[in-house]
């Protein structure tokens, strides 16, 4: 190879490199691009329920595994507010699931995605991971988004904000993106 080919070649390695340099998004993981909270209202069917039902169990494994609900999937199409209220106008709604999946205590893992139509934000974030609901806070992650939240990344901090026996939960998620377009 002769050396104008070499000089070429570098040319090309080096200018692609100033390119991909001045170009990359720097990530700060102490400081969001995007910061909000939002309640997660879940009511789950007890045949009783059918008009406020917003999840329903659909497997029911007998529970000779465990006393923690082992294998239960649940479905739910939840509302999500801005306040705590139920009863709040949903700026989202939660589609999608969580499973229980440990013998020895509860722990649910969640996939789903908070779909908004409001006058704030338009788009979705798709978010999945472990809650471990002993935990006072737990993280999961945002895997992606559209609209508003074209491509986001970041993670969703749970806490557990109320509990009315098996038929109701509310979570406080704290929602932190770091990587916004």
Same mark, same amino acid.
């Given at each position: &190879?002769?050396?104008?080919? *070499?000089?070429?070649?570098?040319?090309? =390695?080096?200018?692609?490199?100033?390119?991909?340099?001045? *170009?990359?998004?720097?990530?700060?993981?102490?400081?969001?691009?995007?910061?909000?909270?939002?309640?997660?209202?879940? =009511?789950?069917?007890?045949?009783? %329920?059918?008009?406020?039902?917003?999840?329903?169990?659909?497997?029911?494994?007998?529970?000779?595994?465990?006393?923690?609900?082992?294998?239960?999937?649940?479905?739910?199409?939840?509302?999500? $507010?801005?306040?705590?209220?139920?009863?709040?106008?949903?700026?989202?709604?939660?589609?999608?699931?969580?499973?229980? %999946?440990?013998?020895?205590?509860?722990?649910?893992?969640?996939?789903?995605?908070?779909?908004?139509?409001?006058?704030?934000? %338009?788009?979705?974030?798709? !978010?999945?991971?472990?809650? !471990?609901?002993?935990?006072? %806070?737990?993280?999961?992650?945002?895997?992606?988004? $559209?609209?508003?939240?074209? &491509?986001?990344?970041?993670?969703?901090?749970?806490?557990?904000?109320?509990?009315?026996?098996?038929?109701?939960?509310?979570?406080?998620?704290? =929602?932190?993106?770091?990587?916004?377009?």
């Amino acid at each position: &190879m002769e050396k104008s080919s *070499y000089f070429k070649i570098l040319f090309i =390695i080096l200018s692609s490199s100033c390119f991909l340099i001045a *170009y990359s998004k720097t990530l700060k993981p102490e400081k969001p691009c995007k910061r909000f909270v939002l309640y997660y209202h879940d =009511i789950l069917f007890n045949v009783t %329920n059918a008009a406020n039902a917003t999840s329903a169990n659909v497997s029911n494994p007998p529970n000779v595994l465990s006393d923690f609900n082992f294998g239960m999937l649940v479905v739910f199409d939840d509302p999500i $507010t801005v306040d705590q209220n139920l009863v709040s106008t949903p700026v989202a709604r939660a589609q999608g699931f969580y499973l229980y %999946n440990m013998k020895t205590t509860y722990n649910a893992w969640f996939a789903y995605t908070l779909v908004f139509n409001s006058s704030e934000y %338009n788009g979705t974030l798709s !978010i999945m991971g472990a809650d !471990i609901i002993g935990e006072k %806070n737990r993280d999961l992650s945002v895997v992606g988004g $559209t609209g508003d939240f074209f &491509m986001a990344r970041g993670v969703v901090t749970f806490s557990t904000d109320a509990v009315e026996g098996l038929g109701y939960f509310r979570l406080k998620m704290d =929602i932190k993106l770091y990587e916004c377009y």
